[in-house]
Nanobody, 121 residues
Framework: QVQVVESGGGLVQTGGSLRLSCAAS????????MGWYHQAPGKQRDLVAQ???????DYADSVKGRFTISRDNAKNTTYLQMNTLKPEDTGVYYC???????????????WGQGTQVTVSS
């Protein structure tokens, strides 16, 4: 069994910063990638940033230069440093982990429960 738990959300003013954390635990053989998704009220869930086990990172255009994703492989944890926050960054942030639970098993996605970020104007 695998658990993915996010933390670090909250209320912040425009221009402020937050740091989100996501930890995967349980029966994990290998993690391929960890990513953060943003879901604004009434909208679809979109990729914000993703990082591979090798440290290669990709970002949505809307957050480039403001958000930084990082990863601690030893702790199966990823972080999202969010700076210069804007009201449109408001929403629930979900962590998705791509992993396998055993050798030769297929890669699977595991989602966390989400953490709320609210940016006030």
């Amino acid at each position: 069994q695998v658990q993915v738990v996010e933390s670090g959300g909250g209320l912040v003013q425009t221009g402020g910063s937050l740091r989100l954390s996501c930890a995967a635990s349980g029966t994990i053989f290998s993690i391929l990638a960890m990513g953060w998704y943003h879901q604004a009220p009434g909208k679809q869930r979109d990729l914000v940033a993703q990082i591979t086990s090798a440290g290669s990172a990709d970002y949505a255009d809307s957050v480039k230069g403001r958000f930084t994703i990082s990863r601690d492989n030893a702790k199966n944890t990823t972080y999202l440093q969010m700076n210069t926050l804007k009201p449109e960054d408001t929403g629930v942030y979900y962590c998705r982990t791509t992993l396998t639970t055993a050798r030769l098993m297929p890669w699977q996605y595991y989602w966390g429960q989400g953490t709320q970020v609210t940016v006030s104007s």
